[in-house]
């Protein structure tokens, strides 16, 4: 026997199913186009504003998901931003809450302007930028890639799509950087001056952006420590010879204040949590966000075609 059950759509099973634009007209009583128009804020149609208000109440009301494909068609452009970073197996649990502090706050950035944000992996040794071409990325940050493999990446360069480059020196006048003033905060961090004083910093790939943190200390090469994973930064702490260090990455320093082998400690926060450390340590932060900086140069980038002759190269976070 065979039963069928006669129900009506409500919208309570909408709820249910993937809503489309159809629905929202039917619950709306107006056309799909009108609906379209209320979406894409199409500026030379003109939508009672009661229209428009009930419009946008039931698109909050349903979840109404807008079809990205569908957008993309009608707008020639894809919605998407592209995040690539280099990961490894044995990445230090500073690098990643160094990278990934970063790309959650930028993500938020971007999801509020209405972007969906394609996170990807690179190999640091043999990167490849097909993905650029692949997915049609309106934007790309690239996060601290080594200085020889940029310019294999740049080569995947589109006229047009921003490639923006996150804590990477490069002497490229048509790519931009984001980087933290490392200068200003290193001069603050030796206000006791020097003597017996050591440099503890994480590795970054760029070679170029830790050889320009080393030449902005005024220390010998001996005391300048770069950790490349938790083995050589306890090697570091047990030879130990100096009172002071300076630290860079809070992660970092979280380790070293739980070893207690230094009298003082300065800890540069590069990952946006200087709770993680204690009062008797002095935190170094600041005071502008990163990923604002990083999200505001791209949308200026989007603004300006011709964004290659604008002044701005580098923007220090300081």
């Known amino acids: 026997m065979l039963i069928f059950s006669n129900i009506k759509y409500t919208r309570e099973t909408l709820t249910l199913k993937k809503i489309t634009m159809k629905d929202i007209a039917r619950e709306a009583n107006v056309s799909v186009a009108t609906v379209s128009y209320v979406l894409n804020n199409v500026e030379n149609q003109t939508i009672p504003e009661k229209t428009r208000c009930q419009i946008m109440q039931l698109v909050k009301e349903l979840n109404y998901i807008p079809n990205l494909a569908a957008r993309s068609l009608s707008k020639?452009?894809?919605?998407?931003?592209?995040?690539?970073?280099?990961?490894?197996?044995?990445?230090?649990?500073?690098?990643?809450?160094?990278?990934?502090?970063?790309?959650?706050?930028?993500?938020?950035?971007?999801?509020?302007?209405?972007?969906?944000?394609?996170?990807?992996?690179?190999?640091?040794?043999h990167p490849s930028l097909d993905i650029i071409v692949e997915r049609k990325l309106e934007a790309v940050f690239l996060i601290d890639v080594k200085d020889d493999a940029f310019y294999s990446i740049s080569t995947h360069f589109i006229e047009g799509v921003p490639l923006i480059l996150i804590d990477s020196l490069i002497e490229d006048k048509l790519f931009k950087q984001v980087l933290f003033d490392y200068h200003s905060v290193l001069q603050a961090a030796l206000l006791e001056g020097p003597a017996q004083t050591c440099l503890?910093?994480?590795?970054?790939?760029?070679?170029?952006?830790?050889?320009?943190?080393?030449?902005?200390?005024?220390?010998?090469?001996?005391?300048?420590?770069?950790?490349?994973?938790?083995?050589?930064?306890?090697?570091?702490?047990?030879?130990?010879?100096?009172?002071?260090?300076?630290?860079?990455?809070?992660?970092?320093?979280?380790?070293?204040?739980?070893?207690?082998?230094?009298?003082?400690?300065?800890?540069?926060?590069?990952?946006?949590?200087?709770?993680?450390?204690?009062?008797?340590?002095?935190?170094?932060?600041?005071?502008?966000?990163?990923?604002?900086?990083?999200?505001?140069?791209?949308?200026?980038?989007?603004?300006?075609?011709?964004?290659?002759?604008?002044?701005?190269?580098?923007?220090?976070?300081?």
């Open 76 to 125: 020639k452009k894809t919605g998407l931003v592209g995040v690539l970073i280099n990961t490894s197996a044995n990445m230090p649990f500073w690098k990643r809450h160094n990278y990934f502090s970063f790309i959650e706050a930028l993500e938020r950035y971007l999801t509020k302007a209405g972007y969906h944000t394609l996170l990807y992996t690179l190999d640091a040794d």
């Open 200 to 318: 503890i910093m994480e590795s970054y790939n760029n070679s170029a952006l830790t050889l320009a943190i080393m030449a902005d200390i005024p220390l010998p090469q001996e005391a300048i420590f770069i950790i490349h994973d938790l083995d050589e930064l306890n090697a570091v702490l047990n030879r130990n010879t100096y009172k002071k260090a300076i630290v860079i990455n809070e992660f970092i320093g979280n380790h070293i204040e739980k070893a207690g082998v230094f009298e003082h400690i300065s800890v540069i926060c590069t990952c946006s949590c200087p709770e993680i450390l204690t009062e008797i340590t002095h935190k170094i932060v600041f005071k502008e966000d990163k990923a604002a900086a990083a999200f505001a140069l791209m949308e200026d980038l989007l603004q300006n075609v011709d964004y290659s002759v604008q002044a701005i190269n580098r923007y220090y976070i300081k």
